[in-house]
Structures are given as structure tokens and as C-alpha cells.
């Protein structure tokens, strides 16, 4: 099955929803960066999250990018996603090992800790928008909700799953948002409310094989549930030479004097998608030429 998020309302329009399925964009991300379980598990959910935020954003180049700065050991996770479903991300420390927590699931919260949540949106304006609050659990839903609510003031609901199989690899991922627009009636909050209290957790829904517009289903069957859209959504990464050799230009002119000096190829790897790039040292030369150009 392949990757998509589905936009739906709910409510005649008071409750807007998100759902995504997303077991090959985790799988890719793990297999790019070798997490183990506990970070594929924290790194999948936050780029679920990050998906579907994304695909929150009206403008065709507005990017959104979360990221979580810990004490724990995972010490952070970066995502960032655009408008059409696109999405990339890596874990600052993809090998941490923990032993399950209390409940036998993979133990995100502690390996994140306490930390702090950023949320920036670059809608294209001078200033890109940003958002912070403290992390509430490290389980990265709960931060989300909490996120909605104290900085956009939306009160919302998600929902954030990653199962990994015994093999490691990614058997299910996926998730959901729930939001009550400012019109939403009080009826509605209340039978939502309970509704949620209800719900089986994220992890058992994807086990079941659910799709998104199935758990958008179970959650606001009984709410006159609407699917406006499906956006299929993927892993992508945007890197290439061009744009590596650009961040190589800004170091330090000593710095890419020396790289030259030492006569060896260098390797640069990008953060979000971990392909190498190979730059000889007539590649070098070329970007410190064209530096010095335009330092005059
Ligand atoms: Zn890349």
C-alpha cells in the first residue's frame, strides 16, 4: 500500500481531521539513517506529525519544520515537511537502545526526556512563524496536542503510531489530527470528547490494518464524516551537489585552503537523507575560487 494523508471534515464542518498511513516513508528514514526501534519509532511518529501539518499549509512553497531539543538520550529529532505530503527528517542520536517501558511499547518518551518543541513556517513572508512549548511527555503526540493548544490555540487531538517488526523494519505507521474550529457547538466538543476517550490507540487501529479514511471512520463515524482529499505522501529529500558545494563555500576560506592542502577527496553526507557526496580537490578549488570572486 502506498503512502497518503487524507483531509476530511466532520460536524458539517466545525471538526477538520487528518490521517496519513505511512509505513514506507518511516521504512525509508530508517533505512537512511539506521535507527533502531525506539528512535524509528520517535523519528517516524514526528515526521507522521509533520506530514500531515504540512499539508495544513495553503501556499504551493511553504515548508514547515519541527524540531525537538532533549536531554534525553535521542538529544533531538528534525523534520521538515512541505505542502504536497513531501517529507524528510533525521534523529540526532539514531542509535539508542532502551529497554521497553512500563506498558511493553518502545520507550519514545524516554528517550527524548525533557525538552522543548519548535515549530517554524516558512509561509513565505519576511519572518518565518515561530512556534515553542515545552515538552509535555516526549511521546510526541501529546506534545503535538499540547503544541496546538497552547501556541495556536486549537484545540485538537492526535494520534501518532510506528510499529516495528522483530526484524526492525517498519511493520505499520500513521496517525491522526483532529481539530474543532471556532464554530464547533458544545454538543459536538462534548460527544468528541468522549469519543476520544474511547478510541483504541493508534498502534492497535494500524495493527488492524486500518487505512486512514477507516480510522477517520471509527473516530467521526457518527459525526457526518466528509474525506475532501487524498494526498499521497513521501519521503523526499531535495539535496544535491549544488546545494552541498553551497554549504561547503561557507566555511571559512583557511578552513577550505587547508581541505586543498591535504590533497584528498572529501565525503559530505546530507543530515536529512544521509546521501554522500564525493568533492576532489579540483572541486574544492573551484568553490573557493568562486568564493573568493564573490568576496571580491
Ligand atoms: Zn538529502
Known amino acids: 500500500m502506498k503512502d497518503y494523508i487524507v483531509r476530511a471534515t466532520a460536524a458539517g464542518g466545525s471538526i477538520r481531521a487528518f490521517a496519513i498511513t505511512a509505513k514506507n516513508m518511516v521504512e525509508t528514514a530508517r533505512r537512511a539513517h539506521d535507527t533502531y526501534p525506539v528512535m524509528t519509532a520517535a523519528l517516524g511518529r514526528l515526521l507522521c506529525g509533520g506530514a500531515m501539518m504540512g499539508v495544513m499549509m495553503k501556499g504551493e512553497k511553504d515548508l514547515l519544520t519541527l524540531q525537538i531539543q532533549c536531554g534525553g538520550p535521542a538529544k533531538g529529532l528534525t523534520v521538515t515537511a512541505d505542502s504536497q505530503g513531501h517529507v524528510k527528517g533525521f534523529a540526532s542520536e539514531p542509535h539508542v537502545d532502551l529497554p521497553l517501558n512500563a506498558q511493553g511499547k518502545l520507550d519514545v518518551g524516554g528517550a527524548l526526556g525533557l525538552g522543548v518543541l519548535s515549530v517554524i513556517k516558512d509561509l513565505g513572508l519576511k519572518e518565518p512563524y515561530v512556534g515553542q512549548c515545552e515538552l509535555q511527555t516526549g511521546e510526541i503526540a501529546e506534545d503535538l496536542t499540547y503544541y496546538f493548544a497552547a501556541s495556536e490555540q486549537v484545540p485538537s487531538a492526535v494520534g501518532l503510531g510506528v510499529l516495528v517488526d522483530t526484524d526492525a523494519s517498519v511493520r505499520q505507521a500513521g496517525g491522526f489530527i483532529l481539530q474543532l474550529m471556532p464554530d464547533a457547538q458544545d454538543e459536538v466538543i462534548d460527544r468528541l470528547?468522549?469519543?476520544?476517550?474511547?478510541?483504541a490507540s493508534v498502534t492497535e487501529m494500524l495493527d488492524r490494518g486500518l487505512s486512514p479514511e477507516e480510522v477517520l471512520?471509527?473516530?467521526?463515524?457518527?459525526?457526518?464524516?466528509?474525506?475532501?482529499?487524498m494526498i499521497p505522501a513521501e519521503f523526499r529529500c531535495d539535496c544535491s551537489k549544488e546545494r552541498v558545494s553551497r554549504a561547503i563555500a561557507t566555511l571559512g576560506r583557511k578552513d577550505l585552503e587547508s581541505l586543498i592542502l591535504d590533497g584528498e577527496a572529501i565525503e559530505v553526507k546530507c543530515q536529512f537523507c544521509n546521501t554522500a557526496y564525493s568533492f576532489t580537490t579540483e572541486d574544492l578549488q573551484g568553490i573557493l575560487t568562486q568564493r573568493m570572486e564573490i568576496d571580491g
Open 193 to 199: 470528547e468522549q469519543r476520544i476517550t474511547e478510541l
Open 217 to 229: 471512520q471509527e473516530i467521526l463515524g457518527d459525526f457526518g464524516l466528509e474525506i475532501l482529499d
